[in-house]
């Protein structure tokens, strides 16, 4: 079993109940071990709305490529279009940060995932579930690099 840090979030419909539901449907193939806070922020990037975002932590034995294909049909099945330009709006998000303390390059998946330390949104939640998880890339524990993060002003919902 691996564990796996995922960033969720949603800027279009009922935020809350998108990721709640995005939540219960990975729920029935992995086991779900942590939520964060949900935390309100502003579209970087992005059309629309303010995102709503969090972290979660699960448990699988779902390979890196596999589990990226299963939370895509999640997204798919909630209501985001596919194919998606950059910078839409959407009803869930998922992203995986880190899977365990594996580092893959490849080209559909980036592990672990190359923005995260840019944004706060991913950062604080992070810091609230698994303050001392390393980053394998920088062999630093996350609130260490949330500690030398600038501060974009996110609010807890």
Do not use: W
């Amino acid at each position: 079993m691996e564990n796996v840090i995922i960033g969720i979030g949603s800027n279009k419909g009922d935020r809350e109940k998108n990721i709640i539901r995005g939540i219960k449907e990975l729920g029935k193939f992995v086991k779900i071990k942590k939520i964060s806070f949900f935390y309100e922020n502003p579209p970087i990037n992005a059309k629309g709305g303010n995102f709503l975002n969090g972290v979660i932590e699960i448990s699988t034995k779902i390979g890196p490529s596999t589990l990226l294909k299963k939370l895509k049909e999640i997204e798919k099945k909630i209501g985001r279009e596919f194919p998606h330009k950059k910078g839409d709006e959407r009803e869930i998000d998922f992203d995986i940060i880190f899977y365990g303390n594996k580092i893959i390059r490849e080209k559909d998946i980036k592990i672990p995932h190359p923005e995260y330390k840019k944004r706060e949104f991913v950062l604080k939640p992070l810091t609230e579930i698994e303050p001392d998880y390393i980053d394998p890339e920088l062999n630093k524990k996350v609130k260490d690099i949330y500690k030398e993060f600038k501060n974009e002003n996110i609010k807890k919902d």
